[in-house]
């Protein structure tokens, strides 16, 4: 089945730093890679998310880019603010199926 | 998350006993789904329903019965309880948008634990 790894599961940021989540894949009929923030006591919510025959998107400071040959996405978040912190997940959905896998999830800290 | 809710948001119960989580959605979505979230584990997918009338086993269903008799309600039940069933659980719903794709929605969360 589907195997997500994520990393790192801590990361912690001065203020207008980027940050950058990576996670890594097996199943190559993986075509949907979305991301998901949390908040404390909150369900996921989310951020942005890629399609397959897509290598990049960008939604003002937060962009996903996909290496389908490496079988890698990432999650870049630039000039990181307080409220950016927070449990983020990445996660996947295999072509013909609904529901989705996750990684374990990075706990971002953002000092100001 | 307006769309979805879950009830109770917290709930303590006891080894063996008998447990319902509720879930509810008003966007007439056709897919649910039941997750549990674990510290080192991210979202673990426990069941999934396709509509009214039609479920699955997701990777962790072992302890849990799902019923799907209304779109808009997919109640998880602990027929009996274990300590290693001490979670948040998730309830999320999804449908197909042409212009979108599919997103899944997440409600709040229930906070259980199994003393």
């Known amino acids: 089945g589907e195997n997500v790894e994520q990393h790192p599961s801590t990361l912690s940021v001065q203020e207008g730093d980027s940050a950058v989540i990576k996670c890594t894949y097996s199943?190559?009929?993986?075509?949907?890679f979305p991301w998901y923030k949390q908040e404390l006591g909150k369900g996921p919510q989310l951020i942005i998310d890629?399609?397959?025959?897509?290598g990049e998107k960008k939604d003002q400071r937060i962009a996903v880019t996909l290496n389908k040959t490496a079988k890698h996405f990432s999650l870049h978040i630039t000039e990181t603010q307080p409220e950016d912190s927070a449990v983020y997940f990445c996660?996947?959905?295999?072509?013909?199926?609904?529901?989705?896998?996750f990684g374990s999830g990075t706990r971002l800290q953002v000092q100001p | 998350d307006a769309g979805i809710t879950q009830s109770p948001r917290y709930k303590i119960t006891e080894t063996g006993r008998q447990v319902t989580l509720m879930c509810h959605q008003t966007?007439?979505?056709?897919?649910m789904f039941w997750y549990r979230q674990d510290l080192g584990h991210g979202l673990r997918l426990i069941y999934y329903?396709?509509?009214?009338?039609?479920?699955d086993k997701g990777e962790v269903p072992d302890g849990y019965v799902v019923s799907r008799s209304k779109t808009e309600n997919f109640p998880l039940t602990l027929e009996s309880a274990t300590r290693s069933q001490t979670s948040v659980y998730f309830c999320?719903?999804?449908?197909?948008?042409?212009?979108?794709?599919?997103?899944?929605?997440f409600g709040p969360g229930t906070r259980l634990l199994v003393l």
């Open positions: 966007w007439s979505h056709s897919y």
């Open positions: 999320a719903s999804s449908e197909f948008d042409r212009g979108k794709g599919e997103t899944q929605y």
């Open positions: 890629i399609r397959s025959n897509v």
């Open positions: 996660a996947l959905r295999r072509t013909g199926r609904r529901a989705l896998t």
């Open positions: 199943d190559s009929a993986s075509n949907y």
């Open positions: 329903s396709a509509a009214a009338d039609i479920t």
